[in-house]
């Protein structure tokens, strides 16, 4: 089932999330969530989603960065952005660190933020977190994906990309198309 994404301003997207307990992960209805959640990211489409933008202030991520929504980008963008494809997958009650403070600037869009704007973020991160199945897990990522970790993780805080953008580069989503695409 497609699910409402919430748009900035929605209280919920400002509220810390909480964790999840094992039980409730294995339960049908975090299981459902989960099934609801990928089918609302694919279509929007997005390559991230965050419980709290479906109005649900759960530590649940999702993730999955597809072949076609990178193949629009030249080669010289995805070099530059170290873009790879990174399978679908969930994470839960994630805990973020950073491996390299260096930072990378690059426009940034949220399905919550109808907008763009640079966001520095930093270039390479570890997380631990549960998966769908509550096992343990660690991801090691550079470049895009751990920009989009980043992105994800800050959702669970109430924190958005707007708050971490340099507010000078703020631009409509057409304007984007328009002047900054390239
Ligand atoms: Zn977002």
Known sequence: ??????????????????????????????????????????????????????????????????????????????????????????LINPKISIEESETAEFYEKCLSVPAWGIVPRAFAVRVECLNEKAEPCTIKAKGWYARVLQHEIDHLNGVLCLDRMRLETFTTVENYAKYWKK
């Open 1 to 90: 089932m497609m699910l409402k994404i919430l748009e900035i301003g929605d209280p919920i997207l400002r509220q810390k999330a909480r964790e999840l307990s094992v039980e409730e992960i294995l339960s049908p209805a975090i299981q459902q969530l989960i099934v609801d959640m990928k089918e609302t990211m694919h279509k929007a489409p997005g390559t991230g989603l965050a419980a709290p933008q479906v109005g649900k202030a759960l530590q649940l991520i999702l993730i999955e960065d597809k072949k076609e929504y990178i193949q629009h980008l030249s080669a010289q963008q995805i070099a530059e952005r170290h873009r790879i494809v990174v399978p679908f997958h969930v």
